[in-house]
C-alpha cells in the first residue's frame, strides 16, 4: 500500500514539475515558474526558491524579470530601460549584464516561494501519506 501511495504521490509531482517549470519554457507560455539555480538575486531570491514569472509587455526599472538567451534563463532585476534596450542586475552581482532587447524578456517575476516553504510543505505530503499507510496496516 505504501508503495502504491509513493507511486502516486511521485506521479503527482512529477506531473507538477512539468506543467509548471517545463512545458511554459518549450511553449513560451504567458505563465511559469522557474527554481532559481544560483545566488545572483540574493537577498531578495535564493538558490532553489521557486519564481512565478508571468508575460507582459509592461517593464519598469526595479522589476525583476526573466530573459533566456539559448537554453540559459537568467532572473535579474531591471536596472535601465532606452527605449527597446534593458539593462539588468544581479542583486548579488557587482556589474550589469549586457543589455537585452525586449523581445528576448519571457516576463516578470509576480512572486517568489521560498525554498523552505516549498521543500515544507512537499516533505510533510510525504510524511503524512507515510503515516496513512502505517495506519491502514495496524487497522488491518
Excluded at 15 to 30: G, K, N, Y
Excluded at 89 to 110: E, H, M, N, W
Aim: with cysteine.
Amino acid at each position: 500500500m505504501f508503495i502504491k501511495y509513493t507511486l502516486i504521490f511521485g506521479v503527482a509531482v512529477f506531473l507538477f514539475l512539468a506543467f509548471t517549470m517545463v512545458i511554459p519554457r518549450i511553449f513560451s507560455l504567458p505563465y511559469g515558474i522557474y527554481m532559481m539555480k544560483t545566488g545572483s538575486m540574493e537577498p531578495s531570491i535564493k538558490p532553489l526558491d521557486l519564481v512565478v514569472i508571468a508575460k507582459t509587455d509592461d517593464y519598469k526599472v526595479g522589476d525583476i524579470i526573466m530573459f533566456c538567451i539559448y537554453d540559459e534563463c537568467i532572473t535579474h532585476r531591471i536596472i535601465n530601460i532606452d527605449g527597446e534596450i534593458i539593462t539588468t542586475k544581479g542583486d548579488a552581482s557587482p556589474q550589469p549584464d549586457t543589455p537585452i532587447i525586449k523581445d528576448i524578456v519571457r516576463g516578470k517575476a509576480i512572486a517568489v516561494i521560498p525554498r523552505v516553504l516549498w521543500i515544507t510543505i512537499l516533505m510533510s505530503l510525504s510524511i503524512l501519506s507515510a503515516i496513512m499507510d502505517i495506519r491502514r496496516i495496524l487497522n488491518t
